[in-house]
């Protein structure tokens, strides 16, 4: 079966994995695509596939251009599937009765895959090793995959409705379409919501002052409307260049009897430093409405650094339990959710107590900026406490506005050698943050933890596209709506949608106060240690016992209403 793509083979794997063509690698794959549809897909009859997160199975390893699928021979007619691009790291074990190859996964699980014959455990090998690390993103598994249940249009992130609930609380607002072609911000939709009194040049030319183009732009808008804002770093310099109209597009919203809050993500130190690279932060003369705040939120690499070392020991599960607990304390990740949820608690508090709006920003506006924004809307709105609702905020705030997925989600945590400055895991942490909130407050959720593992899952690899691309200026030009499936759209299609909510949700429109407290702040189980985590059982338990109380409830309505007819029927029939 291997004949047919030996020559591909041994070209691609005649260098480093470093160096591999990324012409003969797309040969590649339509090869074993080619061969899916012809019956002629590679093939090994007796093969072994253990993991963390299944039973042992001996079946039939087949390889196809996006899959490694084992086939059961337990007569079950059971299969495994493994996602190529879900492949983080392979190790092989080769030995003379036995070849042992270990898949290490970007969801943090790990499967060990047996066959008998070298030959085809290096072709395996050195297969999966090209097709995990395709880029081309049209030949990516989306691009390939089609559901099986027809899904409608989620219509997720839509502006208009946005704007029309902004339109309730202020009407200071309008529907922008200066970045139309994506002419001024790549990393910004072509239609944005600004203040009315702000015309399209001046947004370009506060656009020209800002990093990568991205202007203050609104994010958030308080029931009593104040504001939250996010956008990049100034460009002041060392030669302290200013900008009118970003000022006045600023204090535009602040009117002239309030005053508000700038919030910079990193230290006063670094902030001054970047003025010796073109960038800056505010200055105090040119913006007096505003006052600064400086919260240090980590960059993305240190970011990687952390849940490698988290991952590292929640997976031990021989450690002692002192030893443990401090190895998850030295990996700081549970200090790194603490300083989000408190920077996000702030600007809660600067909103909804102190009636102040917030501008918040990092220096690129699309890292941490995006998580105190979303924390933020969690914290006060209890629309974003919604399956729908915090769907919508995913789509709206880090899909639509930015956040290079591709890049920061490129490799996992068993990936080799150091993480370049554009991987992290700046979105893994923001999910961790909403699971600490949906622990402190288990009633006011509308969905379970079970959503957020499964958005993390599929961040990394997945069948669908929405997570494909670092913006929308890429999903435009690789036509990632028309051409894939949208994840929102299988999320909330009827037959999934149940599966995801929380049996003890009671909604409040109130605003939820975390705690910030080390002793509040838990290990997210249900993700980073699945096998040890009772919680999803007993989850699963109180959605089936509700569901069963639901259509119990509906046979009864359905049989009261029949016995009231059938007596207004005896009743007639007496009269």
Same mark, same amino acid.
């Given at each position: 079966?291997?004949?047919?793509?030996?020559?591909?083979?041994?070209?691609?794997?005649?260098?480093?994995?470093?160096?591999?063509?990324?012409?003969?690698?797309?040969?590649?794959?339509?090869?074993?695509?080619?061969?899916?549809?012809?019956?002629?897909?590679?093939?090994?009859?007796?093969?072994?596939?253990?993991?963390?997160?299944?039973?042992?199975?001996?079946?039939?390893? !087949?390889?196809?251009?996006?899959?490694?699928?084992?086939?059961?021979?337990?007569?079950?007619?059971?299969?495994?599937?493994?996602?190529?691009?879900?492949?983080?790291?392979?190790?092989?074990?080769?030995?003379?009765?036995?070849?042992?190859?270990?898949?290490?996964?970007?969801?943090?699980?790990?499967?060990?895959?047996?066959?008998?014959?070298?030959?085809?455990?290096?072709?395996?090998?050195?297969? @999966?090793?090209?097709?995990?690390?395709?880029?081309?993103?049209?030949?990516?598994?989306?691009?390939?995959? &089609?559901?099986?249940?027809?899904?409608?249009?989620?219509?997720?992130?839509?502006?208009?409705?946005?704007?029309?609930?902004?339109?309730?609380?202020?009407?200071?607002?309008?529907?922008?379409?200066?970045?139309?072609?994506?002419?001024? !911000?790549?990393?910004?939709?072509?239609?944005?919501?600004?203040?009315?009194?702000?015309?399209?040049?001046?947004?370009?030319?506060?656009?020209?002052?800002?990093?990568?183009?991205?202007?203050?732009?609104?994010?958030?808008?308080?029931?009593?409307?104040?504001?939250?804002?996010?956008?990049?770093?100034?460009?002041?310099?060392?030669? #302290?260049?200013?900008?009118?109209?970003?000022?006045?597009?600023?204090?535009?919203?602040?009117?002239?009897?309030?005053?508000?809050?700038?919030?910079?993500?990193?230290?006063?130190?670094?902030?001054?430093?970047?003025?010796?690279?073109?960038?800056?932060?505010?200055?105090?003369?040119?913006?007096?409405?505003? &006052?600064? @705040?400086?919260?240090?939120?980590?960059?993305?690499?240190?970011?990687?650094?952390?849940?490698?070392?988290?991952?590292?020991?929640?997976?031990?599960?021989?450690?002692?339990?002192?030893?443990?607990?401090?190895?998850?304390?030295?990996?700081?990740?549970?200090?790194?959710?603490?300083?989000?949820?408190?920077?996000? !608690?702030?600007?809660?508090?600067?909103?909804?107590?102190?009636?102040?709006?917030?501008?918040?920003?990092?220096?690129?506006?699309?890292?941490?900026?995006?998580?105190?924004?979303?924390?933020?809307?969690?914290?006060?709105?209890?629309?974003?406490?919604?399956?729908?609702?915090?769907?919508?905020?995913?789509?709206?705030?880090?899909?639509?506005?930015?956040?290079?997925?591709?890049?920061?989600?490129?490799?996992?945590?068993?990936?080799?050698?150091?993480?370049?400055?554009?991987?992290?895991?700046?979105?893994?942490?923001?999910?961790?943050?909403?699971?600490?909130?949906?622990?402190?407050?288990?009633?006011?959720?509308?969905?379970?933890?079970?959503?957020?593992?499964?958005?993390?899952?599929?961040?990394?690899?997945?069948?669908?596209?929405?997570?494909?691309?670092?913006?929308?200026?890429?999903?435009?030009?690789?036509?990632?709506?028309?051409?894939?499936?949208?994840?929102?759209?299988?999320?909330?299609?009827?037959?999934?949608?149940?599966?995801?909510?929380?049996?003890?949700?009671?909604?409040?429109?109130?605003?939820?106060?975390?705690?910030?407290?080390?002793?509040?702040?838990?290990?997210?189980?249900?993700?980073?240690?699945?096998?040890?985590?009772?919680?999803?059982?007993?989850?699963?338990?109180?959605?089936?016992?509700?569901?069963?109380?639901?259509?119990?409830?509906?046979?009864? #309505?359905?049989?009261?209403?029949?016995?009231?007819?059938?007596?207004?029927?005896?009743?007639?029939?007496?009269?």
């Amino acid at each position: 079966m291997w004949a047919m793509f030996k020559q591909s083979l041994d070209e691609l794997t005649s260098t480093t994995p470093k160096k591999e063509d990324p012409v003969k690698a797309q040969l590649l794959l339509m090869q074993l695509v080619s061969a899916e549809t012809l019956g002629t897909t590679p093939k090994v009859e007796e093969a072994f596939l253990e993991g963390s997160c299944i039973s042992k199975m001996i079946g039939s390893a !087949c390889l196809t251009g996006h899959h490694l699928i084992l086939y059961s021979h337990s007569g079950d007619n059971a299969e495994h599937w493994i996602l190529h691009k879900n492949v983080d790291a392979i190790d092989r074990r080769f030995g003379n009765d036995k070849c042992q190859i270990t898949l290490k996964c970007k969801d943090f699980e790990t499967y060990c895959l047996t066959v008998l014959s070298q030959e085809d455990a290096t072709n395996i090998a050195n297969s @999966i090793e090209v097709l995990s690390s395709l880029d081309n993103i049209n030949l990516q598994y989306p691009f390939f995959y &089609k559901a099986t249940n027809s899904l409608s249009e989620s219509n997720l992130g839509s502006i208009e409705e946005d704007f029309l609930m902004i339109s309730n609380v202020s009407d200071q607002w309008r529907i922008s379409e200066v970045n139309n072609n994506f002419q001024i !911000c790549p990393t910004y939709p072509q239609r944005i919501i600004v203040p009315k009194s702000i015309s399209d040049q001046m947004i370009f030319k506060s656009s020209e002052f800002r990093n990568l183009g991205r202007f203050p732009i609104l994010s958030y808008c308080h029931h009593n409307g104040r504001v939250v804002m996010r956008c990049s770093q100034p460009q002041i310099g060392t030669n #302290n260049r200013r900008c009118k109209e970003d000022e006045k597009l600023i204090n535009v919203v602040l009117g002239s009897h309030h005053r508000g809050y700038i919030m910079d993500t990193r230290t006063q130190q670094i902030a001054l430093q970047a003025r010796s690279k073109g960038g800056g932060t505010e200055t105090e003369f040119n913006y007096p409405q505003w &006052k600064k @705040i400086h919260h240090n939120l980590s960059r993305p690499s240190a970011l990687y650094d952390s849940i490698c070392k988290l991952v590292e020991v929640s997976r031990d599960k021989g450690c002692a339990v002192d030893k443990w607990r401090s190895r998850l304390e030295s990996s700081n990740w549970l200090h790194h959710v603490k300083e989000v949820l408190t920077a996000s !608690c702030l600007v809660s508090q600067c909103l909804d107590k102190e009636g102040a709006s917030v501008l918040i920003h990092c220096a690129d506006g699309f890292d941490s900026t995006l998580q105190i924004t979303s924390l933020t809307q969690i914290i006060l709105n209890p629309e974003c406490r919604t399956l729908r609702g915090f769907l919508n905020l995913v789509e709206k705030e880090w899909i639509l506005y930015g956040h290079p997925f591709r890049e920061r989600c490129a490799r996992s945590v068993y990936s080799v050698g150091k993480a370049s400055r554009d991987e992290g895991p700046t979105f893994l942490l923001f999910l961790d943050c909403v699971h600490q909130l949906q622990h402190q407050y288990p009633l006011s959720f509308e969905f379970d933890g079970s959503l957020l593992c499964q958005i993390a899952r599929h961040t990394y690899a997945s069948q669908f596209g929405t997570f494909l691309c670092n913006n929308e200026l890429e999903r435009f030009t690789s036509r990632v709506r028309s051409k894939t499936t949208s994840l929102w759209s299988h999320l909330l299609s009827d037959d999934v949608f149940p599966s995801y909510l929380n049996p003890v949700y009671q909604p409040r429109s109130d605003t939820i106060w975390p705690s910030v407290a080390p002793q509040s702040l838990m290990l997210w189980g249900e993700l980073f240690t699945p096998f040890v985590d009772p919680s999803a059982v007993t989850r699963r338990c109180l959605r089936s016992n509700k569901l069963y109380l639901h259509e119990l409830r509906s046979t009864i #309505n359905e049989l009261s209403k029949e016995v009231s007819q059938l007596e207004e029927q005896e009743e007639k029939l007496k009269t």
